[in-house]
């Protein structure tokens, strides 16, 4: 892991004077000769420079590895929703029970609570925490689904045979 080097500037009077110590034709050797350094700072060397080029190197393979990760996340889900059947024929026994047994769901947008009735008068509740994320809820008769608008704009749209496979379940073990 890189650890990050704590520069320090070069302090003192004079820092920037220069004294001629050998001329040879057009050449002049120059020293820098300070009149106090107070604090030497931290040195300009090839070892505080390859640090500096390990530290960018290593910063550059941890994104490319974090960019690859996140890459690989998105087409996965991706490719789960695209592999997803929502069309009309899909889940074929949860929509004839949704159907045949439940009206529309009622949703109380105080508790964000949604409540599915069978014909039977049996209940199910979900409680959505959705207090901080949702700004409204719709649902799509012809879609049959719920369309939950989140304060972004962004729209999730949840299919109500997803979410009533539990029902289905509460309900046949209550008929038997």
């Not at 500037?9 to 004294?19: E, P, Q, S, V």
């Not at 030497?40 to 060397?45: A, I, Y």
């Not at 109500?160 to 038997?176: N, Q």
């Amino acid at each position: 892991m890189y650890e990050k080097t704590n520069w320090k500037a070069r302090k003192g009077t004079g820092l920037n004077k220069f004294t001629e110590t050998e001329r040879a034709g057009n050449t002049v050797v120059l020293t820098n000769t300070p009149d106090s350094v107070t604090e030497p700072g931290t040195p300009f060397s090839e070892d505080n420079m390859n640090h500096i080029e390990h530290g960018i190197f290593e910063a550059h393979e941890a994104n490319q590895a974090l960019q690859g990760a996140i890459t690989k996340e998105i087409n996965d889900r991706t490719t789960a929703l695209d592999n997803h059947d929502d069309s009309n024929t899909a889940h074929a026994k949860i929509r004839a029970i949704i159907s045949n047994l439940i009206g529309l769901p009622e949703y109380n947008s105080t508790s964000h609570v949604i409540r599915f009735t069978a014909q039977n008068g049996a209940t199910m509740e979900i409680d959505l925490p959705l207090e901080e994320l949702v700004q409204n809820i719709d649902y799509e008769p012809d879609t049959k689904k719920i369309v939950l608008t989140k304060k972004d704009g962004t729209k999730i749209r949840i299919d109500i045979s997803d979410l009533l496979c539990c029902f289905f379940v509460i309900l046949m073990i209550g008929s038997m």
